[in-house]
């Protein structure tokens, strides 16, 4: 016999055992072991608050999260519909009392404006000799968005204008000179040494009053931008309550609300910047020419505009053109109009040296 097959007869064949490294079994439910991140698309886990499939490896995941469980809960449904309809109602109260105070859905139709209608408007204050048609347009009762209208009266103007004329006084103010307890030397002209053996008087120091060198200081500071908003602001605010403290004295019945003379007496910014930027550049000349323009201009805008507040009133109620009480609207008419240049030169005037 073989000698080969001797040794398999006589000696028992050596069993090959399994390696111990365990496999994991994939069960029903289970996610596949080779698989990094679990499957969301599935229709179980797209359900909010559904539990999430079981970890790999064959490690069993942890239960459901804390604010699942919560949401899960009849009882925190029930609390979070109750504060829902608290917070509710209590925007819907907040809302009535600040349309009490201040008429949001009134300021919308104020700032309904686009860029077609600020270049037009910007054109008509600085060029009113050259329009005609006046009147606002109403469409069933209710005048139209001031974007389709160039006559209706608007806040985005007047608000953008007032926060620009604050910058450009700051900054007129920042570029104007005066003395000051904490000098700023001029550096144009350099100190010389004083000669030794020469007859020559010396310089006299920057600082003494017998010096020749100029002593700069700059007059802007961030508490003049406060000041310069709050004292055109009084000024405005002064403008609306004598306007209407002079219609109830004259017993004028007029569609002008308060809203409309704050947009129509902040038009006046609007010449206010052009002159001051004009003044920066030109100096007072040109300060002189462009605010006088302006000046003239509102005086014409303001006349035109308040004739059909004012006065298309009396018109209506018969009352005649010569008679007491006509005459003294258009004499308040003519009031309003020509203070509007005095206030511009006002408020304006110390910013161009």
Sequence with gaps: MHPAGLAAAGTPRQRKWPSKRRVPVSQPGMADPHQLFDDTSSAQSRGYGAQRAPGGLGYPTASASPQAAFLGDPVSNMAMAYGSSLAAQGKELVDKNIDRFIPVTKLKYYFAVDTMYVGKKLGLLFFPYLHQDWEVQYQQDTPVAPRFDVNAPDLYIPAMAFITYVL??????????????????DDTEPILPRPLLTSCPAPTHPLHPGSSRKVLAERFSPDLLGL???SALAWLTLEVLAILLSLYLVTVNTDLTTIDLVAFLGYKYVGMIGGVLMGLLFGKIGYYLVLGWCCVSIFVFMIRTLRLKILAEAAAEGIPVRGARNQLRMYLTMAVAAAQPLLM?????HLVR
């Design 228 to 230: 310069q908003a709050s």
């Design 168 to 185: 450009v006084a700051g900054l007129a103010l920042g570029t104007q000179d005066s003395p000051s307890p904490h000098p700023v030397l």
């Design 345 to 349: 030169y006002w408020l304006t005037f």
